[in-house]
Nanobody, 126 residues
Framework: EVQLVESGGGLVQAGGSLRLSCAAS????????IAWFRQAPGKEREGVSC????????YDADSMKGRFTISSDGAKSTVYLQMNNLGPEDTAVYYC???????????????????WGQGTQVTVSS
Protein backbone atom coordinates (compact mmCIF):
# COMPACT_ATOMS: atom_id res chain seq x y z
CA GLU A 1 0.00 0.00 0.00
CA VAL A 2 1.37 3.39 -0.99
CA GLN A 3 1.82 5.67 1.99
CA LEU A 4 2.90 9.28 2.14
CA VAL A 5 3.30 11.03 5.47
CA GLU A 6 4.00 14.76 5.68
CA SER A 7 5.52 16.53 8.65
CA GLY A 8 7.20 19.79 9.53
CA GLY A 9 4.35 22.24 9.28
CA GLY A 10 3.66 24.85 11.92
CA LEU A 11 3.35 28.52 12.71
CA VAL A 12 6.07 30.88 11.57
CA GLN A 13 6.42 34.62 11.29
CA ALA A 14 6.65 36.35 7.93
CA GLY A 15 10.17 36.17 6.58
CA GLY A 16 10.83 32.89 8.36
CA SER A 17 11.56 29.40 7.05
CA LEU A 18 10.19 25.90 7.41
CA ARG A 19 11.24 22.54 6.06
CA LEU A 20 8.54 20.04 5.25
CA SER A 21 9.17 16.30 4.96
CA CYS A 22 7.31 13.65 3.02
CA ALA A 23 8.09 10.05 3.94
CA ALA A 24 7.15 7.67 1.11
CA SER A 25 6.70 3.92 1.36
CA UNK A 26 4.80 0.98 -0.08
CA UNK A 27 5.80 1.13 -3.74
CA UNK A 28 8.71 -0.15 -5.80
CA UNK A 29 8.45 1.44 -9.22
CA UNK A 30 11.55 2.00 -11.33
CA UNK A 31 10.78 5.67 -11.67
CA UNK A 32 8.28 8.08 -10.22
CA UNK A 33 7.90 11.63 -9.02
CA ILE A 34 6.99 13.14 -5.69
CA ALA A 35 5.25 16.50 -5.75
CA TRP A 36 4.24 19.09 -3.22
CA PHE A 37 0.88 20.83 -3.49
CA ARG A 38 -0.78 23.35 -1.26
CA GLN A 39 -4.35 24.41 -0.67
CA ALA A 40 -5.38 27.62 1.04
CA PRO A 41 -8.91 28.09 2.41
CA GLY A 42 -11.37 28.72 -0.39
CA LYS A 43 -8.78 28.11 -3.10
CA GLU A 44 -7.96 25.26 -5.42
CA ARG A 45 -5.09 22.94 -4.72
CA GLU A 46 -2.00 24.20 -6.54
CA GLY A 47 1.26 22.54 -7.45
CA VAL A 48 4.34 23.81 -5.70
CA SER A 49 7.26 21.63 -6.71
CA CYS A 50 8.09 18.16 -7.98
CA UNK A 51 11.15 15.93 -8.09
CA UNK A 52 11.80 12.97 -10.40
CA UNK A 53 13.48 10.36 -8.26
CA UNK A 54 15.72 8.65 -10.79
CA UNK A 55 16.89 11.68 -12.73
CA UNK A 56 16.85 14.01 -9.75
CA UNK A 57 15.27 16.70 -11.88
CA UNK A 58 13.08 19.15 -10.06
CA TYR A 59 10.28 21.36 -11.31
CA ASP A 60 9.00 24.40 -9.46
CA ALA A 61 5.95 26.57 -9.88
CA ASP A 62 6.98 30.01 -11.10
CA SER A 63 5.67 31.80 -8.03
CA MET A 64 7.83 29.65 -5.73
CA LYS A 65 11.09 29.79 -7.62
CA GLY A 66 13.89 31.23 -5.57
CA ARG A 67 12.08 30.68 -2.27
CA PHE A 68 11.18 26.99 -2.23
CA THR A 69 13.59 24.12 -2.86
CA ILE A 70 12.67 20.46 -3.22
CA SER A 71 15.17 17.70 -2.47
CA SER A 72 15.34 14.04 -1.56
CA ASP A 73 17.49 12.03 0.81
CA GLY A 74 20.12 9.56 -0.36
CA ALA A 75 17.87 6.58 0.18
CA LYS A 76 15.17 8.30 -1.87
CA SER A 77 12.55 7.54 0.72
CA THR A 78 11.97 11.08 1.96
CA VAL A 79 11.37 14.28 0.03
CA TYR A 80 11.87 17.69 1.58
CA LEU A 81 10.49 21.11 0.78
CA GLN A 82 12.64 23.92 2.13
CA MET A 83 10.59 27.10 2.26
CA ASN A 84 12.31 30.43 2.84
CA ASN A 85 11.12 34.02 3.12
CA LEU A 86 7.60 32.90 3.87
CA GLY A 87 4.71 35.32 3.68
CA PRO A 88 1.08 35.18 4.81
CA GLU A 89 0.13 34.20 1.25
CA ASP A 90 1.96 30.91 1.80
CA THR A 91 -0.48 29.90 4.53
CA ALA A 92 -2.08 26.64 3.42
CA VAL A 93 -2.26 22.93 3.98
CA TYR A 94 0.68 21.36 2.19
CA TYR A 95 0.32 17.90 0.67
CA CYS A 96 2.74 15.54 -0.98
CA UNK A 97 1.67 13.21 -3.75
CA UNK A 98 3.24 10.47 -5.84
CA UNK A 99 3.05 10.20 -9.64
CA UNK A 100 3.76 6.66 -10.81
CA UNK A 101 3.18 7.24 -14.53
CA UNK A 102 5.22 9.70 -16.57
CA UNK A 103 5.94 12.32 -17.56
CA UNK A 104 7.54 12.91 -14.20
CA UNK A 105 7.06 16.65 -14.13
CA UNK A 106 4.94 18.98 -12.06
CA UNK A 107 1.43 18.61 -13.36
CA UNK A 108 -1.37 20.78 -12.01
CA UNK A 109 -3.91 18.02 -12.62
CA UNK A 110 -4.43 16.36 -9.25
CA UNK A 111 -6.01 13.25 -10.78
CA UNK A 112 -2.67 12.38 -12.38
CA UNK A 113 -1.27 11.57 -8.96
CA UNK A 114 -1.73 8.11 -7.53
CA UNK A 115 -1.65 8.74 -3.80
CA TRP A 116 -1.68 11.67 -1.39
CA GLY A 117 -0.57 12.31 2.14
CA GLN A 118 -2.85 13.68 4.82
CA GLY A 119 -1.36 17.18 4.65
CA THR A 120 0.45 19.42 7.08
CA GLN A 121 -0.68 22.92 8.03
CA VAL A 122 1.61 25.87 7.43
CA THR A 123 0.55 29.18 8.93
CA VAL A 124 2.53 32.35 8.37
CA SER A 125 1.74 35.32 10.58
CA SER A 126 2.34 38.89 9.45
Amino acid sequence: EVQLVESGGGLVQAGGSLRLSCAASGFTFDDYAIAWFRQAPGKEREGVSCINYNAGNSYDADSMKGRFTISSDGAKSTVYLQMNNLGPEDTAVYYCAVKLVGPFELSKWTDEYDAWGQGTQVTVSS
